[in-house]
């Protein structure tokens, strides 16, 4: 097992992107490993990325009218069981509670890999008229999926946090504009916070989430050219309601079983943000979601030290009205290792402040994200960093956004497709069908897979590269994590 080291990078993002991505969290001191195979522990500036995230997706459910709620992390087996298609698709993720002390439970009782089953059967007795619905709800909680590849902090966990959203509809028209909504705060969450791009769009059938009739994802990209599934929506039509008789009485007098969706963002988006963002000489946080945007570094000698010391507690002081800063007057470490230090932590903007600056009324603000550095006068120091925090902010999506698209081809036959994965990796855009055999054809020839349909593409011309009918949509296409 790796530990954590204040030293610097060992490893290189394009030379071996797997240590290089460790080390980033691992150094950077944003997780550690557990005792538990498997999972991980969010050290305190990783879970203050979570709670900037949290936050902010919060505030846009609220805005929708989405209600937090919270239900037990124990899901009886025999509701598990309910919904045939369900348990089916998550049954080799299960972790099951077999025994309480010394006694063996009469029934076994799944650690949650999600709520579906367990919220139903007390949602049924919630609801009554069509008065009762729209029901939105939403919990900030913790699953276990027993995942027995790879392991990867952020990326792949047993354990991990995520927003459970669940909603019920009384028409299946008002389930389905429920879409475009949540996957719209999605966006706005990843682009405008995580500053990471990503493709919208549709699941094919054999992707589609476990009891769901329909999966909605958007995708990123990571540096090393392998796709990764971000925040998801699920229709799930009147799947769950049926099996839980979750009824109402229609305003017609009839009985009606809900409509119903579900949608969730998880920690992993953390780790694709770090993983595109971040370089070789460590993490590299977007600042809305820094746990310290600010980091304010007195320079000093026996001479001055006490004066700049003053002076520098006072502008740091003035900051912190603003943005969240760290005011570094360790005096047993040399200006260097500190710059080495919150460089490789990733904290978006240095102050530095010493001797000559006090006596020239100015600061040196120096970016983390390309190491562009430049003088400013006090007076205008906090309205400088603000503006600083803003161009790093947009700069982040910016640059992620063009190396998306650089890594976007087109391939239009199969050998086309096999070569452009084998040499390049990325995303690749592909004629489809739409049938099922022709995307398990393009995934055995290929080693990839159709990663979504991206919406909003209107009708577009080509065929399918496997049976050369003529393709009713393109396909994203690529390996995955």
């Not at 459970?164 to 705060?185: C, K, M, P, V, Y």
């Not at 003053?310 to 290792?337: I, M, N, Q, S, Y």
Request: hydrophobic share 35%; net charge neutral; proline share 5%.
């Amino acid at each position: 097992m790796s530990k954590p080291s204040h030293e610097g990078m060992a490893a290189k993002k394009k030379e071996n992107f797997d240590d290089w991505y460790t080390q980033v969290i691992l150094k950077a001191e944003l997780a550690d490993y557990s005792p538990v195979s498997g999972c991980m522990v969010l050290r305190p500036s990783g879970y203050a990325i979570w709670e900037g995230i949290q936050t902010a997706t919060d505030a846009e459910f609220k805005k929708a009218g989405i209600s937090n709620t919270y239900f037990p992390i124990f899901i009886p087996e025999r509701l598990l069981k309910k919904e045939a298609e369900h348990v089916q698709g998550f049954a080799p993720e299960v972790a099951w509670v077999t025994q309480a002390g010394n006694s063996d439970l009469e029934e076994r009782l799944a650690i949650r890999p999600t709520s579906e089953t367990l919220m139903y059967e007390v949602v049924s007795k919630w609801i009554r008229s069509w008065r009762d619905l729209p029901m939105r709800l939403n919990q900030w909680n913790n699953v276990v999926r027993w995942e027995f590849r790879h392991p990867t902090p952020f990326l792949r966990t047993r354990e991990f946090l995520w927003n459970e959203g669940h909603s019920l509809f009384a028409t299946r028209e008002e389930a389905d504009a429920e879409r475009d909504e949540i996957l719209g705060i999605y966006k706005k969450v990843t682009e405008q916070f995580m500053a990471i791009p990503g493709y919208l769009g549709r699941k094919s059938k054999s992707e589609t989430f476990a009891g769901a009739e329909a999966t909605y994802s958007i995708e990123h990209l990571l540096p090393d050219g392998k796709a990764i599934q971000g925040p998801d929506w699920h229709s799930d039509g009147q799947n769950f309601s049926k099996a839980f008789d979750i009824t109402f009485i229609d305003q017609k007098g009839g009985k009606d079983h809900a409509w119903q969706n579900t949608w969730a963002l998880t920690t992993r988006e953390i780790g694709v943000m770090l993983a595109i963002h971040s370089d070789d000489r460590g993490a590299v946080v977007p600042p809305k979601l820094a746990a310290v945007q600010v980091v304010f570094v007195p320079i000093v000698n026996d001479e001055s030290k006490e004066a700049v010391l003053a002076e520098a507690r006072k502008l740091a002081a003035e900051l912190a009205g603003r943005f969240r800063v760290f005011f570094d007057d360790r005096d047993h470490l040399t200006p260097g290792r500190k710059f080495n230090e919150w460089e490789l932590k990733g904290v978006p903007v240095r102050v530095e402040f010493g001797p000559r600056d006090m006596k020239e009324g100015q600061a040196v603000l120096v970016r983390r994200d390309n190491g562009g550095k430049r003088t400013v006068k006090l007076a205008s120091l906090p309205d400088e960093v603000g503006k600083e925090l803003e161009t790093i902010q947009d700069s982040l999506f910016q640059r992620a956004s063009e190396e998306l698209s650089k890594n976007t081809r087109d391939a239009t036959t199969l050998a086309e497709l096999k070569e452009i994965l084998s040499q390049h990796g990325g995303m690749i855009r592909v004629p489809w069908c739409g049938k099922a055999e022709c995307e398990a054809k393009m995934k055995e020839e290929t080693g990839g897979k159709i990663l979504n349909v991206p919406l909003g593409q209107g009708r577009r011309k080509g065929r399918c590269p496997v049976c050369s009918e003529e393709a009713g949509s393109i396909a994203l296409f690529g390996k995955s994590y």
